[in-house]
Nanobody, 122 residues
Framework: QVQLVESGGGLVQPGESLTLTCATS????????MGWFRQAPGKEREFVAA???????NYADYVKGRFTISRDNAKNTVYLQMNSLKPEDTAVYYC????????????????WGQGTQVAVSS
């Protein structure tokens, strides 16, 4: 059974940092792309960042320069380092996996975690 489990969310003040972790199990995703998405209350789920199996990355414009995605294929784990957090970054963050190259399309990812809450507030 494939499982993706996110962790590392929490409540922080503007300007602070958090690192999210997504641990996968049930199969090896070393040749899959992995992505992070987020969903704020009342809004649609949106793309944050993605990384291919060969470590090529892409980011949404609203996190570029502040967030960094990385992966450890040996551990089947993907990370999201979030710096200079803003109140508008508040959302539930989800990791997801898809075969092939990294994508910003929500619908192209077949495996999803349950999400971890990130709240940025003073």
């Amino acid at each position: 059974q494939v499982q993706l489990v996110e962790s590392g969310g929490g409540l922080v003040q503007p300007g602070e940092s958090l690192t999210l972790t997504c641990a996968t199990s049930g199969r090896t995703f070393s040749s899959y792309a992995m992505g992070w998405f987020r969903q704020a209350p009342g809004k649609e789920r949106e793309f944050v960042a993605a990384i291919s199996w060969y470590h090529s990355t892409n980011y949404a414009d609203y996190v570029k320069g502040r967030f960094t995605i990385s992966r450890d294929n040996a551990k089947n784990t993907v990370y999201l380092q979030m710096n200079s957090l803003k109140p508008e970054d508040t959302a539930v963050y989800y990791c997801a996996v898809r075969p092939g190259s990294a994508s910003d399309s929500v619908g192209s990812y077949g495996y999803w975690g349950q999400g971890t809450q990130v709240a940025v507030s003073s």
